[in-house]
């Protein structure tokens, strides 16, 4: 008889559309069907799965698999980090947007997910420091990236990333550009910015997209992508356009690769990492931390 492994399963219950109780079964039975005896622990607050990461790190645990939205995500990797703890990490989204599972094309039926995390092997991902704080996928500054974590969780578990867009429309009569300095290696850029993002995924809030010949998740490199404020209604339609089109030609948007950045900015607007909200400083400091983590996909 096949002797069984130790699974730490992390639970976010408030993240998304409410889970049944027989989709967490059915999750649990499949854990048990491949040779898993699962410890379940629940979050009620931000900085809960961080600790039970921290509880568990010096246990005989051989996966760790987390179920929630992309903060969840988000945190749990971050203690894996913070704890030098190399567990191989498998995710199942339930989450509101879940950026960073589509980018993984990871099934959106739990149970599937649970499966694929089972017969699946790991790959090493990119992650990123923002300050030293570790995050995933995004930390993105400038127009709609307070509503991402300024919405109610109750309108995102309603609306998904429709929230977002309704929230951030709310914005815009508030927006203003930033002053940024930004150092991107031996190159400076130094204009008024209405959004910036340093990125590793194929779509943002649901809404902004790239393409795979832009994106590598695993090649030590972020993506840096900048909108310039417009000076007129024309250069705003050029910029939707270039947008919708991915065609980053366009004198207003910038768009590179790097593997670190530094932002500078007088007036430390807060930024979103994996959509939770982080406190700028003056001067910030990004590093890409290549095959940061190991998940299944």
Request: glycine share 10%.
């Given at each position: 008889m096949a002797s069984y492994r130790k699974l730490?399963?992390?639970?976010?219950?408030?993240?998304?559309?409410?889970?049944k109780e027989s989709t967490l079964t059915d999750i649990i039975l499949t854990f048990s069907?491949?040779?898993?005896?699962?410890?379940?622990c629940c979050t009620r607050e931000p900085g809960d799965a961080a600790n039970i990461v921290r509880e568990h790190v010096d246990d005989e645990i051989d996966r760790v698999?987390?179920?929630?939205?992309?903060?969840?995500?988000?945190?749990?990797?971050?203690?894996l980090r913070?704890?030098?703890?190399?567990?191989?990490?498998?995710?199942?989204?339930?989450?509101?947007?879940n950026d960073f599972a589509a980018s993984l094309q990871l099934s959106m039926d739990p149970a599937e997910a649970a499966e694929h995390i089972m017969k699946g092997k790991p790959h090493r991902l990119d992650i990123g420091t923002f300050n030293g704080r570790y995050f995933v996928y995004t930390a993105?500054?400038?127009?709609?990236?307070?509503?991402?974590?300024?919405?109610?969780?109750?309108?995102?578990?309603?609306?998904?990333?429709?929230?977002?867009?309704?929230?951030?429309?709310?914005?815009?009569p508030q927006t203003r550009p930033y002053h940024m300095?930004?150092?991107?290696?031996?190159r400076v850029y130094e204009d008024n910015y209405l959004f910036v993002s340093l990125c590793n995924t194929f779509s943002l809030g649901g809404v902004m997209n790239f393409?795979?010949?832009h994106v590598n998740l695993s090649d030590g490199m972020f993506e840096l992508l900048m909108i310039s404020r417009p000076r007129d209604l024309m250069q705003l339609r050029d910029i939707v356009q270039a947008l919708r089109e991915q065609r980053y030609d366009t004198p207003l948007v910038t768009f590179l690769k790097v593997d670190q950045l530094t932002v500078s900015c007088k007036d430390k607007p807060d930024w979103s990492l994996d959509g939770e909200r982080a406190v700028?400083?003056?001067?910030?400091?990004?590093?890409?931390?290549?095959g940061g983590i190991q998940m299944f996909y």
């Open positions: 730490l399963f992390i639970v976010n219950p408030h993240a998304g559309v409410s889970k069907d491949h040779y898993y005896e699962t410890i379940v698999v987390c179920m929630g939205g992309d903060g969840t995500l988000s945190e749990v990797i971050g203690a913070t704890y030098a703890w190399d567990k191989p990490l498998g995710y199942i989204p339930g989450g509101s947007t993105s500054c400038g127009i709609f990236t307070r509503a991402s974590y300024e919405t109610p969780q109750s309108v995102k578990n309603v609306l998904g990333h429709l929230a977002y867009v309704l929230e951030g429309m709310r914005e815009l300095r930004v150092r991107a290696e031996d393409k795979e010949e700028a400083k003056e001067v910030n400091e990004f590093t890409v931390i290549p």
